[in-house]
């Protein structure tokens, strides 16, 4: 399938599952300009700023979840603005069937199928060539090169943990590519999402298969759960999988697995199966350091042919400092504008690039910064907000406070009434619905609420 029709097909997905409105409003006019096949990345375009946001922040799960269902390669979307008629001129350097004279695109790697296998789910791309190794990740590395030696013996569990983007699943996923390798299939290696685990749960459960989930994991010598955090506080996901896990672990099964926070740090997971993690060995992933993050980017353009500047590659790897994956992303957008749009990249570019890139986390934003922003926006003082006046010009910058405090912090509705002059818990239910109604039929009010968030996220 072409680029061209694997969005059609999403598109066409998409449209029977939001509202005719809004599908022509934010993604008609949406474009798949860039699929990196290697790093399973796909480059949405949209026409403005405004609808990026949007779409980015109401519809990615959606789009991801659809192109997933085309091709099970796909991990991530990003997405960049740019008019419905460059994105379509770009498009043609990315198809396979062109004039034999034609120069190959440099980042492609048509030749190279890369496809994930179904008996253990590894994805053959993930490999400890292209994994740099650095003082942030040296102990992990180093504690899977031991497993991989000695297996099941060695370390077990071997419990990795990290931050987003920080390369858990790379490390992971290498590890189970390197084992199958080296034991020519003499040791069966799974690996599982926790997300995978627990809907083949949910699912034996329902359907009175829990049988056939301990079968399938009874022959396993190698078993690797990525983000494990998710099971906490799943009780019967947890249950099944300390059944899983315990007959496992004493016939000395290896067990890999990563999450985003040490065990003791997982709130809910039950103390059984927390002792039993804390039994192995734990390493951890930090972020990188500026070199580590240079030599990341360098490899990453090399592997690809990009001939990007020395300069801005420092650049980038000074101010993207704490995700590998926003690292990668900012380099794919750079050869996008770079090569398909012939645009220059300069200093003012790079920083549009990099700030659109980032994810700026919300753990940073305080509900005094919503206040101060919407306050700032309506021309009002924070006061106005948070005192029990019923002026009129206040309700509405209030409801959007309320709104916001919900959507970005996921404060409690007693919380948000709370702070707002006292309120009642329904007066933040009322709030809180009537927004996110009207933001869907009032373009004006949609956009303030747009540029609110984009201050916030860029001042914190
Ligand atoms: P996590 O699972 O921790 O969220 P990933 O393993 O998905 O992170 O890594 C994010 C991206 O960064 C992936 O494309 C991965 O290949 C890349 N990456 C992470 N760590 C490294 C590294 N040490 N060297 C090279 N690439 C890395
Ligand atoms: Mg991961």
Redo the contacts with the bound molecule.
Sequence with gaps: MNQQDLWQNVLGEIELQISRPNFLTWLKQSRLVQKNEK?GMVLVSLPNNFAKEWVRSRYHKLILGSLRNFDGSIRHVDYVVASPATALEAEPAYKKTKPASAPEPKNQTPLIELKIDPKTNLNPR?DFR????GSS?ELAYAAVQAVIKDVGKKYNPLFIY?G????????LQAAGNEITKTYQGRVNVLYVSSEKFINDVVWAVRNKRMDDVKKRYRDIDVLII?DIQFIGGKTTTEQEFFYTFNPLYENNKQIIM?SDRPPAAIPTLEERLRSRFEGGMIAD?SY?DYEMRLA?LK?KAQEQNWSIEEKIMESIAAKVQKN??EL?GVLNKIVFYQEYKNEKIDNKKLEEIISETIQVSSKNITPQDVIKTVAEAFGIEPADLTNRSRKQEVVEPRQITMYLLRDILKLSYPHIGEKLGKRDHTTAIHACGKIAKEINQNPGLNQKIMMIREKMFKTS
Excluded at 130 to 133: E, M, R
Excluded at 164 to 171: F, P, R, S, Y
């Design positions: 790093e993930y292209s994994f740099i190794v990740n990290g987003v983007g920080l390369g858990k699943t790379h490390l990525d990563s992933i990188p990341i490899t590998i994956r990668e």
